[in-house]
């Protein structure tokens, strides 16, 4: 299986913070990459597909970047709604994998 | 719109088999893979496997051995059996949709499966 690392686990940030989370994977997944937004007793919602294509209904303030191992979601200026747990999943190859999960936490 | 609508037993024993079941409402049947996801509290995703309508399944590897998924093409559902189960497989599982090169885009609203004895 590929590995997916995220990293930080955490991230405590402000209202207009530009935040940044990395995702690496063990192996090249080339761009198929994508980023997830979970809030508490929810299922989780896509946000980034194939490494930076925004999903539809998506603020523009979400973005993605990176190929093959290093991947990044970027939030531009951080809003209220949006702390919650994010996640990365590859799906490059059997099984799909997801990577740890980062809590944007308030400051 | 698509929605997908879950359901199963929630309290279960060790040993036990796990059922559960998904019913997709809208959009196309056939054209995508359907997915069981799970997550134990506190914790991350796992994903358990998908099934296509003509029957082509895939599995994670770490399940294998104990799950079968299935499909009903007449109803537009699937579902999941994961046989003798143990405290770790306790888990909120979601079905979603997803395609081979597309992420999962549309979820179930999930069901909590405890395993106690």
């Known amino acids: 299986d590929i590995q997916m690392t995220q990293s930080p686990s955490t991230l405590s940030a402000s209202v207009g913070d530009r935040v940044t989370i990395t995702c690496r994977a063990s192996?090249?997944?080339?761009?198929?990459l994508a980023w997830y937004q979970q809030k508490p007793g929810k299922a989780p919602k896509v946000l980034i597909y194939?490494?930076?294509s925004l999903e539809s209904g998506v603020p523009s303030r979400f973005s993605g970047s990176g190929s093959g191992t290093e991947f990044t979601l970027t939030i531009r200026s951080l809003q209220p709604d949006d702390f919650a747990t994010y996640y990365c999943?590859?799906?490059?190859?059997?099984?799909?994998?997801f990577g740890q999960g980062t809590k944007v936490e308030i400051k | 719109q698509v929605q997908l609508q879950q359901w199963g037993v929630g309290l279960l024993k060790p040993s036990e088999t796990l059922s559960l079941t998904c019913a997709v409402y809208?959009?196309?049947?056939?054209?995508?893979?359907w997915n069981w996801i799970r997550q134990p509290p506190g914790k991350g995703l796992e994903w358990i496997g998908e099934?296509?309508?003509?029957?082509?399944?895939n599995y994670n590897p770490s399940l294998k051995s104990r799950v079968t998924m299935s499909v009903d093409t007449s109803k537009n559902q699937f579902s999941l059996k994961l046989r003798s189960v143990t405290a770790a497989d306790t888990a909120v599982y979601y079905c979603?949709?997803?395609?081979?090169?597309?992420?999962?885009?549309?979820w179930g609203q999930g069901t909590l499966v405890t395993v106690s004895s």
């Open positions: 194939r490494a930076s």
């Open positions: 999943q590859q799906y490059s190859s059997y099984s799909w994998t």
């Open positions: 099934i296509h309508h003509s029957g082509r399944i």
């Open positions: 809208g959009g196309s049947f056939t054209d995508f893979y």
């Open positions: 979603a949709r997803g395609d081979l090169l597309y992420p999962f885009d549309y």
């Open positions: 192996q090249s997944i080339s761009s198929w």
